[in-house]
């Protein structure tokens, strides 16, 4: 077992991954033998064990799975309160947690949402780790109708 | 093999109190050792459930309650797995006494969660989190629960009032429990009305945060008839980790959670509805809905009706009583502790010294702890009544020996 691809430019470290993400591209990883995407890439499919693991585009639209809203956040981000956290499953069939740019009594499941990426706020910054200053934070977007 | 048995147990009181860690865990093993040999004679290694080093700025928990119970020189570690740590420590001790490793092992845990306030808890429970997606969201364990809640109610024909009476219900076992943090009885109006923590969970859908130990002593049905005390045997046990991330999950099957209880009753050679009372992981009120689906109680999308009694849910439900301690939601839930407070009201049904909360008849129990919301990683315990020493071929002295 090896894979050459284990470094810190590669999209299936963190590093690699949030570095794509930052110039645009949004990369999952994807089982060559299942077919489950992996969110962030990583280098083994949870769902059957399989180290055949492509990294490929993933779509940036999807719909709400799941949703709540954070009524006592974590004192770093006590400004942003209440704010709207979903579950969204894109139209990969892949999951990922992500905030929501919208009320919670506004969205409901099923609601279709785009994701974008910005910069980090002063909260987040401020709960970062040294090597993670530069990860932008993906945030999605209610799409209408 | 040696049958593994619980032989003694003690704990702490549970809730906000001036002690620290250590001390919490000296006042457990107190209770636990009253009229038996001190632990330097029983314990051949210690395993400490712990949440976080944040609360007290302290790791090398094994270490430090093994010096602070006078048993030295033993092999002593801190086990993690957010709110399944105290179970993993049962685990562990009951493999180390069914391998004959040792024939007596402390399986202890220990929380001070009150040290940092809501907010230190907050982040020390975040820790439990995926970094890089879920952390870096501003998720917290209320929201993270609420993610499963919302989607519960979504898919089956659980309400909101349905979560209620869940706390209604173990509130109400836990003003029976002389335990327990909470003693007062509840209606499901003061949970509806409750603050919303992370919609649709609300501040009574939540267990309290709090400070509290817990000891357990596991060792051969042979030494706990020498020591002449009530034993309970353990007859299954099962863990499973399933992924970090929730939005990675079946959301709805709580899949780590079956395949952990799949273990434990094929162990045990028992089935679901052997099962006369049952301590599932109601950190929230849905878990308990969730995972009483997932052990095989009820049906799939009926467990929210675990707050009736037995012959008022639907068919197909089993007539386990859920929760008689109150509970994580109102026995409390100092969190590394939980696991074998779980373990505790189990001794106490099975051998007769559950008080006005007794269940007549009581012969099985099945523990679930879990860590890192829902099934992050998960372990199940069977207990039953009646632990007699193995009469098949010896494997161990009949000695107390280290």
């Known amino acids: ?145 | 093999m040696p049958q593994p048995v619980i032989a003694t147990v003690g704990a702490s009181p549970i809730g906000r109190t001036d002690l620290p860690g250590r001390d919490l865990f000296s006042v457990a093993l107190a209770e636990a050792f009253e009229g038996l040999p001190d632990p330097v004679d029983l314990v051949g290694a210690v395993y400490v459930g712990n949440q976080s080093e944040t609360y007290e700025h302290q790791i090398m928990q094994g270490t430090l309650m093994a010096e602070w119970a006078g048993v030295g020189m033993v092999p002593a570690e801190r086990v993690e797995g957010c709110a399944a740590a105290g179970a993993l420590a049962l685990r562990h001790a009951v493999k180390d006494v069914r391998n004959g490793e040792h024939d007596g092992v402390l399986a202890c845990g220990v929380e001070k969660m009150t040290a940092g306030g809501t907010g230190g808890a907050t982040d020390a429970l975040s820790a439990a989190f995926d970094r890089a997606i879920e952390q870096r969201s501003g998720v917290t364990a209320p929201s993270q629960y609420a993610l499963l809640a919302s989607r519960y109610l979504h898919e089956t024909e659980a309400t909101e009032a349905d979560l209620a009476e869940i706390a209604v219900k173990n509130h109400t076992n836990a003003a029976a429990n002389p335990r327990a943090q909470f003693s007062e009885a509840i209606d499901a109006e003061t949970v509806l009305d409750s603050p919303t923590v992370a919609p649709p969970l609300k501040l009574y859908d939540c267990a309290p945060v709090g400070d509290g130990a817990a000891a357990v002593l596991v060792t051969t049905a042979e030494i706990a008839a020498d020591l002449g005390v009530p034993a309970v045997s353990v007859d299954g046990v099962g863990a499973a980790a399933n992924n970090v991330a929730v939005a990675e999950r079946d959301m709805t099957h709580i899949e780590g959670a079956a395949a952990a209880a799949e273990t434990a009753y094929a162990e045990a050679g028992l089935a679901p509805e052997d099962i006369d009372i049952a301590e599932v992981h109601d950190a929230f009120t849905v878990c308990e809905a969730l995972l009483s689906e997932a052990v095989g109680f009820a049906p799939e999308g009926l467990g929210y009706q675990s707050h009736l009694s037995p012959e008022a849910r639907d068919d197909g439900w089993t007539d386990v009583e859920l929760s008689t301690s109150g509970g994580l939601k109102a026995r409390g839930h100092p969190i590394g502790a939980t696991g074998l407070l779980q373990a505790i009201e189990a001794y106490e049904q099975l051998t007769g010294a559950a008080g006005g909360r007794a269940l007549d008849g009581a012969e099985h129990a099945l523990l679930l702890n879990e860590g890192g919301v829902a099934d992050a990683v998960t372990v199940v315990h069977i207990l039953s009544a009646g632990a007699e020493p193995d009469s098949g071929v010896a494997t161990g002295t009949k000695e107390v020996t280290r």
């Open chain 1, 1 to 145: 077992m090896s894979d050459d691809r284990l470094t810190a430019d590669s999209p299936l470290t963190l590093p690699g991954f949030f570095d794509a993400l930052a110039d645009g591209e949004f990369l999952g990883g994807v089982c060559a033998d299942c077919g489950q995407v992996l969110l962030p890439p990583r280098p083994a499919c949870y769902a059957c064990g399989s180290r055949s693991i492509e990294v490929e585009a993933q779509p940036r639209t999807g719909e709400v799975y799941a949703c709540t809203a954070v009524h006592t956040p974590p004192p770093a981000l006590q400004s942003d309160a209440p704010y709207t956290i979903a579950v969204v499953e894109l139209d990969s069939g892949g999951r990922l947690t992500g905030r929501v740019d919208a009320q919670f009594d506004d969205i409901s499941i099923g609601d279709r949402v785009e994701m974008r990426v910005r910069e980090p706020t002063p909260g987040e910054r401020s709960l970062a780790l040294g090597h993670e200053l530069e990860w932008p934070v993906h945030i999605f977007d209610p799409l209408d109708g």
